[in-house]
């Protein structure tokens, strides 16, 4: 499992590629469907899920790509501290990436 930050700015749509990778090369996802969890406080998770079949996630298959394609107001739904991102292959789940999660307002940028 790989530990990793992420930040999403507010106010436009945000597109960010994971790589995924296994053994030193890229894990071939082509048979996976994959989910993004918010974590809110200890054992608590935020309502909100992005994810491959509801489109949030792009698969890059061979490529060992996981691309997180939001709107704004997709943005506006993240509420937690953490995140984590399962792939399933309809047999088993397992967490590949696990981090903080910072939603930066875009609309203070800059303000101090």
Known sequence: ???????IPTGSNYEGVLSIIQSGIPMDLTPYTATMYFITGPG???????????????NGG????LTLELTPSEIATISGSFDKLEIDDGTVQTEVLTGNIFILDEAKSGVE
């Open 1 to 7: 499992m790989t530990y990793y930050d992420i930040t």
């Open 44 to 58: 608590e998770f935020s309502p909100t899920v992005f994810t491959t079949i509801s489109g949030q996630i792009v």
């Open 62 to 65: 061979t490529a060992g790509t």
